[in-house]
């Protein structure tokens, strides 16, 4: 499935090969994106797995593929992968925090403010830190604050 390649409905390969694909008007898909996506969906039935499993599966054996051999390019990809982590790490810690702070609005804690200033703080943390934006951040507390708000209002 990773050696498959997204074309429009255009290109010579697919009129070609497929006698063009045109548009899908219903959903609005033109080109080979269909045909990529039903090779994943096929792909993944067969491993046992979640199409979106099988994709990332795919890119990191593309990856494999191809090994960096520029010292500075090994370097980059080391200090990539402890960010991925790190960030992987934050934004785990922001759900939890966020499921926490609505769960004890639900049921009325009295620590239901601390819970909710914490996770606020956690996520105004990521956002300074760089691991999600400003905006989302944002968008993020405001949606927390109006259900804590609806929650404990309820």
Known sequence: AALYESLAGTDPEVTHNFGGTGKNTKIGVGGT???????????????????????????EAVRGMFPENIKSQIKRNRQNEKARLRNKAVRSELKT??????SAAEQGAENSAEVTREAVKRIDMAASKGVIHKNTAARRKSRLMKRTAAAQNA
């Open 97 to 102: 925090r966020t499921k926490r702070a609505l």
């Open 33 to 59: 994106y269909g045909i990529i996506a039903d090779a994943y969906r096929e792909a993944a039935a067969k491993v046992g797995i979640k199409p979106r499993e099988m994709q990332s599966v795919t890119w």
